[in-house]
């Protein structure tokens, strides 16, 4: 699969078949994550991998949304009028647990910061942030070019202190997301990518 193949391939799934990842193939993703860009030349970055099931029940604090309404409500407080939009909510909502728990991988990355990641002063004080997400998109494109996909889900601020308490990291680092990787479920839903035309996001010499 060539580079072009893999970023086509790259899609976000929440259904898992339940088949681990071997550890092998986990190291070559994060190998790959480890070659991104980087802000200061030191990726600082380090992976806990919680592949236990009794470990991943005690870490995650977070819950389906199977109630209907109760999305639908939630959506319309967005002000979300893009119906593609709402559509990838709806299937994204009723799986932000059972996504994390059934991946046959979850990988939870960090980052070392210098300062309180919350109060940035400049665009430079958030390159730390910056360069672990570019470390995480390398993981998914290498992944997506050996059949396994996943998703990345953002953790609430309870989450992020109850992830600290549970996996004992550094103060000074932080996790950006979870990454759940696996091999896609037959009937694995992949909600339909907004078309965008390229040329009419390209502005020439000026906006
Ligand atoms: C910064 C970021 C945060 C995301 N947060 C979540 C999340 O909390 N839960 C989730 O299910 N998906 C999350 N996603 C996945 C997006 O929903 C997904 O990438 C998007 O809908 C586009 O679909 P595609 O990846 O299949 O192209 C996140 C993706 C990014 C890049």
Redesign the pocket.
Same mark, same amino acid.
């Given at each position: 699969m060539n580079i072009y193949q893999a970023i086509a391939a790259? /899609? &976000? +799934? /929440?259904d898992f078949e339940d088949k681990p990842v071997e550890m092998d193939l986990v190291e070559q993703i994060i190998n790959a994550g480890l070659k991104a860009p980087t802000n200061n030349h030191l990726r600082q970055w380090e992976f806990v991998i919680v592949n236990d099931r009794e470990e991943r029940g005690r870490l995650l604090r977070v819950r389906n949304m199977t109630d209907k309404d109760e999305c639908e409500a939630m959506l319309d407080g967005f002000g979300m009028t893009d119906e593609v939009q709402r559509d @990838?909510y709806r299937a994204? @909502?009723p799986? %932000?647990f059972s996504?994390l728990y059934n991946a046959g991988c979850l990988v939870l990355p960090f980052f070392r910061v210098r300062g309180p990641l919350m109060q940035p002063s400049c665009l430079s004080s958030l390159n730390d942030f910056a360069s672990i997400?570019c470390c995480i998109e390398n993981m998914l494109l290498a992944a997506a070019a050996e059949g396994i996909l996943g998703? &990345?889900? +953002?953790p609430m601020t309870d989450e992020s202190e109850h992830i600290r308490q549970v996996v004992g990291h550094p103060e000074n680092y932080v996790m950006p997301?979870y990454v759940a990787l696996g091999y896609p479920a037959k009937d694995a839903v +992949?909600?339909v %990518?907004k078309v965008i035309h390229t040329r009419d996001r390209i502005h020439m010499n000026a906006w």
């Open positions: 790259r /899609r &976000t +799934i /929440r @990838m994204a @909502m799986r %932000q996504m997400w998703v &990345t889900r +953002i997301c +992949i909600p %990518q």
